[in-house]
């Protein structure tokens, strides 16, 4: 009678020494890492058992998943290793170049550097703990190896197959230098690629909605009146996918544009109104205060006006003006009872006390705010 | 007693819109894509045309550049930039979004045939951002294209916030005639002028 455990999934582990292939094994098997690692350089001896084995799991266990992609960091300089080989090899190949026995030596000079030129491109590229220094020491260090031990070996009348190899080497020499900017090249395609597919797949989207749910909803509204449940309903359905198809997935942020659209969209909700914003100018950061007394006018305007209410909000160069104005019977600040403080402080204390002004005015038609901050260019 | 023609690909709309129409408007036929607007046009002559900005076989400039003769008032659910511009650059006299009430798109029909312009809210705060008004640049001159004159930026900062012709009239202490002469000026400029924004807005949408 066996007792199932519950193990962990096996998968390699994106902080790892070389591969993750002994921490995901030992997190499965509930050893200790290094048991796993002594195990498989043990095994190695058998023959490379040990190293076959740990090639195979590379290959074949999934890496750990991440939410956003962070990249995997690998503790061991497999390219610096490979690199001081070559380097140990190329001495070799320099004192005994001539002699018959080079060939061997030229073969692992030029694996070395090759490995290490395919680490760098393949795992120390997006190693965040690899500096740009690092990795361009092990390229130009495989290229200057490998073209040092081919011309040696070439000078010194070798025999045909070593005359081979070195030739060889040196074209690997001028295909590491190309490669980067290939490998480079490829990833930015494919990038751009998906990027491309991604937006073309959701303007389609877009299009279709805008034809169709975005012309029900205006039409809704219209008929239902601007003040009813259900326009209120389909406006705030509208804005939502507005938001959706023309925002993006562009952040939000802090901009004042988009503080205004949110408090408009909650107002919204709340009464029977409707706000027309307009925006002009470049964006800029919301300032607390004056957010806050738009904010209080718009809702001012909501609760005593209702109807259409317009906002308009101008940023030029050192000053921001946003203007708030109903079609309501208006109020007259004059006449207020002095503890009626919404407007006097809410709007005009508050943007006073930020070193702006706060006005509120009445037309013949409605009621006017005006506020206005000069903010550092 | 104004003629009508609809251009727009949604039946519902189009009924809804026809119902909604003030009765002293005449809907001489509805259309729902640019071959058949075309084919429409040639057979019938009214007043203004009431024109979607996204048709399934094209865009109302299409339209516009096809059958030049009415004067033409854009609608349109979408009320980004290049829509507005686009269509606006192609000939229209005026723009109002698909939340218009009934009563609102009769008064905008009739101005436009009367020969006046019809400015959205959204449609002065884009041309006040487009002509660098909001960085305070002034037209030197009348005739300059690139630049509105201050009088203009006046007008159209308070279309902007909201006010109609009528209040716009008497905020500035002129009248309704002087103040829709004014926003034909700045229509007219935002057809003709090559003002860099304008023109880049316009060749993004293969317009020029």
Redesign the interface.
Same mark, same amino acid.
């Given at each position: 009678m066996t007792t199932a455990i519950e193990r962990p999934t096996l998968l390699r582990s994106r902080v790892a020494v070389v591969g993750g292939v002994s921490d995901g094994l030992a997190l499965h098997l509930g050893w200790q890492p290094r048991t796993v690692r002594l195990l498989f350089v043990a095994l190695s001896f058998a023959s490379g058992a040990g190293a076959l084995l740990y090639l195979w799991l590379w290959a074949l266990v999934p890496l750990q998943p991440s939410e956003d992609d962070v990249p995997v960091r690998r503790s061991a300089p497999v390219a610096l290793i490979a690199i001081v080989t070559a380097a140990v090899s190329t001495l070799v190949v320099l004192a005994i170049a001539g002699e018959d026995s080079v060939l061997g030596w030229l073969v692992i000079v030029a694996g070395t550097a090759s490995v290490a030129v395919i680490w760098e491109l393949a795992f120390d590229r997006t190693d965040p703990d690899r500096s740009l220094r690092y990795r361009l020491g092990v390229r130009f260090g495989a290229v200057g190896l490998l073209v040092v031990a081919g011309i040696t070996a070439l000078l010194s009348r070798p025999s045909a197959l070593a005359a081979i190899v070195s030739v060889g080497m040196i074209v690997i020499a001028v295909a590491v230098v190309v490669a980067p900017f290939v490998v480079q090249l490829w990833a930015d395609l494919m990038t751009q690629r998906a990027a491309r597919v991604r937006e073309l797949q959701r303007a389609e989207i877009a +299009?279709h909605l805008?034809?169709s749910v @975005?012309?029900?909803l205006? @039409?809704i509204?219209? #008929?239902a009146g +601007?003040s009813s449940e259900v326009a209120r309903i389909a406006r705030a359905q509208e804005r939502e996918l507005r938001d959706w198809l /023309?925002t993006g997935d562009a952040p939000l942020g802090t901009d004042l544009a988009a503080s205004l659209r949110d408090i408009a969209a909650a107002i919204e909700l709340d009464y029977p109104v #409707?706000i027309?914003l307009?925006?002009?100018? +470049?964006s800029v950061a919301a300032p607390g205060p004056l957010v806050a007394a738009a904010r209080e006018a718009m809702l001012n305007a909501a609760r005593h006006a209702g109807g259409?209410?317009?906002v308009?909000l101008?940023?030029?160069?050192g000053a921001v003006d946003v /203007?708030v #104005?109903d079609r309501g019977p208006g109020i007259d600040l004059s006449s207020l009872p002095a503890d009626r403080l919404g407007i006097r402080e809410s709007i005009i204390g508050r943007m006073t006390r930020a070193g702006g002004t706060g006005t509120v005015r009445k037309? +013949?038609?409605g009621t006017?705010v005006h506020l206005h901050l000069e903010v550092p260019a | 007693m104004t003629t009508v023609v609809i251009v727009d690909?949604?039946s519902? =709309?189009r009924s809804?819109l026809r119902a909604?129409l003030a009765p002293d408007l005449t809907v001489l036929g509805e259309a729902s894509s640019v071959a058949t607007a075309l084919a429409l046009l040639a057979t019938v002559t009214p007043e203004v045309v009431l024109l979607d900005v996204?048709l399934p076989d094209g865009t109302g400039a299409d339209v516009i550049a096809g059958a030049p003769g009415p004067r033409y008032l854009a609608l349109s659910?979408?009320d980004?930039a290049e829509d507005v511009v686009g269509v606006i650059r192609a000939g229209a006299r005026g723009y109002i979004?698909?939340?218009?009430? &009934?009563a609102d798109v009769s008064a905008a029909v009739r101005a436009v045939a009367g020969g006046d312009a019809v400015f959205s809210?959204?449609l002065? &705060? =884009?041309v006040?951002?487009a002509f660098g008004?909001?960085?305070?640049e002034k037209a030197a001159s009348d005739e300059e294209l690139d630049r509105l004159s201050a009088r203009e930026q006046e007008v159209m900062?308070l279309i902007?916030? &909201?006010?109609a012709y009528k209040?716009v009239a008497?905020?500035l202490f002129i009248s309704i005639k002087t103040v829709e002469t004014h926003v034909s000026a700045v229509l007219r400029k935002l057809q003709l002028s090559s003002r860099h924004e304008l023109t880049a807005w316009a060749l993004e949408r293969k317009l020029l």
């Open positions: +299009a805008h034809d @975005l012309q029900t205006a @039409l509204q219209n #008929r +601007a /023309f #409707r027309e307009v925006v002009a100018g +470049a259409t209410v317009s308009y101008e940023t030029s160069a /203007f #104005r037309t +013949a038609t006017e | 690909d949604h519902i =709309f809804g909604d996204h659910v979408s980004s979004t698909k939340g218009s009430s &009934g809210p959204r002065a &705060g =884009f006040l951002d008004a909001v960085a305070g900062r902007a916030r &909201g006010y209040e008497s905020e």
